[in-house]
């Protein structure tokens, strides 16, 4: 009998964790915003050279890869952005409104810090199961160049997701 009522209530606590983001819209562009700040981190970077082999004459082999355009890119990109959305809560406006805010200082937060903690660690389960949907899409859009500064929220949340379709971002 407690067998299965565990693996009942284990189930129920899985499902609990996926229905906790409300607004996916606001979520996703929250996603987007820190995907944006990564990108405008970025550093122009050399290309890589993949030209390890020498042939019989002892001239280099292989190909050179513009950085912009490749794997590795986009994997830095993406690598570590469900950890930094575990600096983000959710802040009511008003009754209602909630907006995604990033939280610079934990300890200056005026409303109750346990519950925008586990509002924290909603929106990184999200955002790891947002990548786990997109990701393959989303890193050949980044190779591709499609992906660009102030493009992210529309490219992710609207075409990608489709947590926006047809609502209107920032």
Known sequence: MAAPMLWLLSIFSIL???ACIDDKCAACNAVAAELE???SKEKPRNHLDMRHRLDS???RQ????DYRMSELRAVELLDGLCEKMQDY???KLDSFRHEWIKVHNWDILTIDKQEAKAYSKDI???CGRLLEETEDEL?????KGSVKQGDVSKVLCEELSEHCSGARYP
């Open 89 to 91: 809560t959710l802040e």
């Open 139 to 143: 890193t050949e859009l980044i190779k």
């Open 16 to 18: 609990s964790i996926a």
């Open 62 to 65: 292989g190909k050179v890869i």
């Open 37 to 39: 700040i990564q990108l």
């Open 124 to 126: 990184s389960s999200y």
């Open 57 to 59: 004459k002892g001239q």
